[in-house]
């Protein structure tokens, strides 16, 4: 299967600091990636669907000014979480189509003190 | 509407025992079904899938069969291993692929 990596896979900031997580297909091209949030014991919750070369369409509820989403390339999209704050701190999962199936990172886990 | 229902968890096996997942889904049309595991700390891992009715997905032992006629893609595995605890997660395609829809997950405990 497709191969998506997650960078970093671990980060502790300071409330205020700024957090970019990067997303990137190594083994294939993805003009949409996706982005997820995962609280703990909870299902995955969509965030925002990012294309390449566009902006980002983000789901009812989450701010794109606080959530900047790039898709740069057909291999790399970027999340990155502005001024975070304690209850940003959360599992975030990034994801990428091939054809008919969706391929996950393996996430990155942001705790924000 | 377009939904995934999954039994609630967790489920507690013991090694070797029979273990079946329920899913079911509401929508227009056949879409295609995943089941997806997630273990202790990682992403989600694709399980199986299948992508028209009738359809068989197999990987690892876990075998799930689309069945229109109940709506249902039930996972299933003859013998779990204590390394198959992990949460499972049921999913299908929004209409036109442009959203995966999720179940709630289930918990799997496999105790020796």
């Known amino acids: 299967g497709a191969v998506v990596s997650q960078h970093p896979s671990w980060v502790i900031c300071k409330s205020g600091t700024s957090v970019k997580i990067e997303c990137r297909s190594l083994d294939f091209q993805a003009t949409t990636m996706f982005w997820y949030r995962q609280f703990p014991k909870q299902s995955l919750m969509l965030m925002a669907t990012s294309n390449e070369g566009s902006k980002a369409t983000y789901e009812q509820g989450v701010e794109k000014d606080k959530f900047l989403i790039n898709h740069a390339s057909l291999t790399l999209s970027t999340l990155t979480v502005t001024s975070a704050h304690p209850e940003d701190s959360s599992f975030y999962i990034c994801?990428?189509?091939?054809?008919?199936?969706?391929?996950f990172g393996p996430g990155t886990r942001l705790l924000v003190l | 509407g377009n939904s995934v229902t999954q039994m609630e968890g967790p489920v507690t096996l013991s090694e070797e025992a029979f273990l079946t997942i329920n899913c079911t889904y509401t929508?227009?049309?056949?879409?295609?079904l995943f089941w997806y595991v997630q273990y202790p700390g990682e992403g989600l891992q694709l399980l199986l899938k299948a992508t028209k009715a009738d359809d068989k997905g197999s990987n690892k032992g876990f075998e799930a069969t689309y069945r229109k006629e109940t709506t249902s893609f039930h996972l299933e595995k003859g013998s779990v291993q204590v390394s198959d605890s992990a949460v499972y997660f049921c999913?299908?395609?929004?209409?036109?692929?442009?959203?995966?829809?999720f179940g709630a997950g289930t918990r799997l405990a496999v105790h020796p």
């Open positions: 994801s990428a189509r091939v054809q008919e199936t969706q391929y």
């Open positions: 929508a227009t049309g056949y879409p295609s």
């Open positions: 999913a299908r395609f929004s209409g036109g692929y442009n959203k995966l829809i």
